[in-house]
């Protein structure tokens, strides 16, 4: 890149990066010593600012960035992204928001341990959660890494490896000082930024094509050097037996991994009510479905504008900046300065904003399940909200070196990971909790554990850790499971898991509190 893009992208990151910590210490002059206020932002909240907010925290660089490159790259088959990750509201909508507000406080855990043995359901589901949290992190590093060393013109190792010590610096910032507060805020911009940013390169895609969609896709067909193949379904999870089980796969992870995602569950304890929640989450799906139906004209317009090699070189991670740049009439000249430059800032404004959300998730289950479960009842007691704060800065630092790692990666792929491990240990003991009557303790806890182990175990032994060229450890091979998703195999276990937990447990359930929370979830009462 030129010296004028650099000059002009760090001038729009910087003034992003003003911007959210001016909020961020606006926020952090007002208490946070509760953790209802560090955790949930007061529940005060309105459903359009929450939905704004849901959206925000969940267009994360994998749509912005990975989503938009893998259609680029295979056309129908990186449509699976986009079908999956907007069919999965509906289950956020219909299944869990609505009850996960009633019957939670902070966490995930809250939901599950309201009517089981706190100790063993808060480790268990603490540390999936944070688990999923740290998946989540690393595709949004590796999306900050790709992205800001194209900008600055520098594609080493060293630039990228800055850029992910800087977004973990400023993600621990922003979750210590502002807590649920200033991140909401932040993911609220962000949000108005990148549906802008969204709709203006669409109106310019189908005005370079005037507005013919069918020239638009004929001409990304030819440009991707596949044809028609380049349009129907096959071109990455066709031909054999493993491509087509690792599509049905990742279709099942994307669909179902929504519901277990704490960062965004989190989200239902911020506003004031069960109603509020849901009339959030339908604020959130219209912002959500638009933002991916314009993702899909501009796959498909990095494809026959860009071109697969620019796209290809990486892995699609940078194809909506450099759609941006050719938009605005190529290298060199103004607009196309001004547009890459826009592009790429609203990019990062996504990654900053997404991460915050993440890692205020991860530290408050880290301090209200695992700290408060496991500290000794005569150590010195420390408040929760210090200890979320300490916690923000080791899981940025764990995200910070998984994100150097992985730095290759697609970060839609990695992002569909974070999905099965959620949908695999978090779902299917939070869908027992609410509806299963006779659920145990035992069944919670085999729920989680017999969706997380095989998940992790299996992505360990996948083409993605070793015996493949874009593997983390390409000069290994301990590839023994052929999927690169486990989705397919890890949440049958994990609700195989629950139910084998709960028929072999001699626990008796109690009636009362199960009665007790079916209650407060389908009515809100005693609801905090």
Same mark, same amino acid.
């Given at each position: 890149?030129?010296?004028r ?6 001038l729009l990151?910087?003034?992003f990066? !003003? ?5 961020t210490t606006w926020v952090?002059r007002?208490r946070?010593? #509760? ?12 459903? /359009? ?6 959206a925000?925290?969940?267009m994360?660089?994998a749509?912005?960035?990975? &989503?938009?490159?893998? %259609?680029?790259l ?7 992204y986009?079908?999956?990750?907007? &069919? ?7 299944l869990?928001?609505e009850? &996960? ?6 966490t995930?855990?809250?939901? %599950?341990?309201?009517?089981? #043995?706190?100790?063993?359901v $808060?480790i ?9 949290s740290?998946?989540y992190l &690393? ?10 060393a ?18 973990g610096?400023l /993600?621990?910032?922003y979750?210590?000082?502002?807590g649920m507060r200033?991140t909401?805020?932040?993911q609220?911009?962000?949000a108005v930024?990148?549906l ?9 895609v189908?005005? $370079?094509?005037?507005?013919? %969609?069918?020239?638009l896709?004929?001409? !990304?067909?030819d440009?991707s050097?596949?044809g028609k ?10 031909? #054999? ?6 599509f @049905?796969?990742?279709g099942?992870?994307l ?5 277990g ?7 239902f304890y911020?506003?004031?009510t ?5 009339r ?9 479905g638009?933002?991916y139906?314009m ?10 504008l860009?071109g ?7 892995n699609?991670n940078?194809a909506v900046?450099?759609? !941006? ?9 103004t607009?196309g300065?001004?547009?890459?430059a ?10 900053l904003a997404?991460v ?6 991860? #530290? ?7 700290y408060a479960?496991l ?14 704060r ?5 899981i940025?630092?764990?995200? %910070? ?5 992985a ?15 959620? !949908?695999?240990a978090?779902?299917? @003991? ?17 729920a989680v554990?017999g ?5 992790l ?9 070793s ?7 390409p000069?290994v ?18 609700f ?6 709960t ?6 359930p ?16 005693g609801?905090v």
């Amino acid at each position: 890149m030129t010296g004028r893009h650099e000059t002009l992208a760090l001038l729009l990151f910087s003034a992003f990066v !003003a911007v959210t910590l001016g909020i961020t210490t606006w926020v952090s002059r007002r208490r946070h010593g #509760s953790p209802e206020e560090f955790y949930a932002g007061g529940r005060l909240f309105s459903p /359009m600012e929450n939905g704004f907010a849901i959206a925000g925290d969940y267009m994360s660089a994998a749509s912005f960035l990975g &989503v938009t490159g893998l %259609i680029a790259l295979f056309g129908y088959d990186g449509l699976l992204y986009v079908v999956g990750f907007l &069919v999965a509201w509906l289950v956020v909508l219909f299944l869990v928001a609505e009850l &996960v507000r009633n019957c939670g406080r902070f966490t995930l855990a809250d939901v %599950i341990a309201a009517r089981m #043995s706190e100790r063993p359901v $808060r480790i268990a589901v603490g540390t999936s959660s944070v688990t999923v949290s740290v998946f989540y992190l &690393v595709a949004q590093m590796v999306g900050a890494g790709s992205l800001v060393a194209l900008l600055l013109g520098r594609t080493g190792e060293a630039a990228q490896a800055w850029t992910v010590i800087g977004v973990g610096a400023l /993600m621990v910032i922003y979750v210590s000082l502002g807590g649920m507060r200033a991140t909401t805020w932040i993911q609220i911009v962000k949000a108005v930024l990148l549906l802008s940013g969204t709709v203006a390169l669409t109106v310019l895609v189908l005005v $370079r094509f005037h507005g013919d %969609i069918d020239r638009l896709l004929l001409t !990304a067909a030819d440009r991707s050097g596949h044809g028609k193949a380049f349009l129907v379904p096959g071109l990455r999870y066709g031909g #054999s037996w493993s491509a087509r089980l690792d599509f @049905v796969s990742l279709g099942l992870a994307l669909v179902l991994g929504t519901a277990g995602l704490p960062h965004i569950l989190s989200r239902f304890y911020t506003v004031p009510t069960a109603r509020a929640a849901r009339r959030s989450t339908v604020w959130s799906i219209g912002l959500i479905g638009s933002f991916y139906l314009m993702t899909i004209v501009l796959g498909f317009g990095a494809a026959a504008l860009v071109g697969p090699d620019a796209v290809r070189a990486s892995n699609g991670n940078t194809a909506v900046p450099l759609l !941006a740049l050719d938009l605005g009439g190529g290298a060199g000249s103004t607009v196309g300065t001004v547009l890459f430059a826009v592009v790429a800032a609203v990019a990062f404004a996504t990654i900053l904003a997404v991460v915050a959300g993440i890692t205020l998730a991860s #530290s408050a289950s880290v301090a209200h399940d695992l700290y408060a479960t496991l500290r000794r009842p005569h150590a010195r007691q420390r408040s929760e909200v210090a200890v979320a704060r300490v916690a923000a800065v080791g899981i940025g630092a764990l995200a %910070i070196a998984l994100g150097l790692l992985a730095r290759d990666m697609n970060v839609a792929f990695l992002v569909g990971l974070a999905f099965a491990v959620a !949908a695999s240990a978090n779902l299917p @003991v939070l869908l027992y909790s609410l509806f299963w009557r006779d659920f145990t303790t035992r069944g919670a806890v085999w729920a989680v554990y017999g969706g997380l182990v095989p998940a992790l175990g299996l992505v360990v032994l996948s083409p993605v850790v070793s015996g493949s060229p874009g593997a983390l450890f390409p000069g290994v091979d301990f590839q023994y499971f052929p999927l690169q998703n486990p989705g397919i195999v890890s949440i049958p276990l994990g609700f195989l898991a629950g139910w084998l937990g709960t028929v072999t447990s001699d626990e008796v359930p109690d009636e009362a509190r199960h009665a007790e929370t079916e209650v407060r979830s389908l009515t809100g009462a005693g609801a905090v």
